[in-house]
């Protein structure tokens, strides 16, 4: 049974739709507060917290046809069209919902991930985040200091912190870490689907990413017939935190085009 996600609100309901971010994996709704004041100004903005992340509920089950439920039955709160901005796993799970094409759903952003399977795996982070002793720290900077004997990023590191949780009734991952364990195979992969999204869809690629290739185009474009791709220079797949003033210009003008 679909339970309701944690969210964040930005700005009040306007005449322009409500725009809904998806964080993408290890994430979280308030990852996205400056992107999302940002764009708050003439349109309610709300950012959910996805199944097994931050303030939302626990599951054993994290596939994507799960996390598109979770969204539909947000959407279904909200009055009039909404559109939808996800990133990453976030991207995915937005996908997924709109090619079920739910009423009241408007447009779609995708940030640089594409709908398709990737070789690639998160796992490594979370076995060093399960393995990490963090019964008796008392500062993020101490979990940082031990996951850079594994993690030499340091943005990488940065990040994955954000969701270690200190408090004097114990020490906690905000991140069902069993859960997107057990699922890792199903995050990197992207489900059969049938049937078109025709609304209007922007897929927004970091310029130094490969999460979206020339080779994912035929894919994309027989999914989202209505579907254009930008670039965004000097940005990596993190692409709203490495280049967040082009990346809200590029989501503002997409946004506004029809206005």
């Known amino acids: 049974m679909t339970q309701a996600l944690n969210f964040l609100t930005f700005g009040e ?11 993408g994996l290890f994430g979280s709704g308030r990852n996205w507060r400056a992107i999302a004041k940002r764009l708050s100004a ?9 199944r097994n992340h931050a303030g ?11 996390l598109a439920d979770d969204l539909a039955h947000t959407l279904s709160q909200i009055a009039g069209p909404v559109d939808v901005l996800g990133h990453s796993m ?10 079920r094409n739910p009423p009241n759903m408007n447009r779609l952003i995708v ?24 019964s008796t720290l008392t500062r993020r900077s101490e979990a940082d200091k031990i996951l850079s004997n594994h993690i030499s990023d340091v943005p990488t590191r940065a990040f994955l912190v954000q969701s270690l949780e200190l ?38 690629k970091g310029g130094l990413s490969g999460y979206i290739s020339p080779q994912h185009m035929p894919k ?20 709203h935190a490495e280049a967040p003033r082009p990346f809200i210009e590029v989501i503002t003008d997409f946004l506004n085009n029809d206005i």
């Open 220 to 239: 994309i474009k027989s999914l989202f017939p209505n579907s254009g791709v930008q670039d965004v220079a000097g940005a990596g797949h993190w692409v």
């Open 167 to 204: 408090s004097e009734n114990g020490n906690r991952w905000t991140l069902n870490l069993d859960a997107l364990a057990d699922n890792m195979n199903a995050i990197m992969g992207f489900p059969d689907v049938f049937g078109t999204f025709e609304n209007k869809t922007l897929f927004i």
């Open 56 to 66: 939302s509920f626990w599951h054993k089950d994290h596939s994507y046809p799960d």
């Open 90 to 99: 976030g991207g995915k799970a937005a996908m997924v919902l709109a090619l």
């Open 111 to 134: 940030a640089d991930i594409a709908p398709v399977t990737y070789s690639h795996t998160q796992i490594t982070n979370i076995r060093i985040m399960q393995d990490l002793d963090i």
């Open 42 to 50: 003439d349109r309610q903005v709300i950012c959910v917290d996805m």
């Open 13 to 23: 309901a306007t005449q322009h739709p409500t725009l809904i971010i998806v964080h």
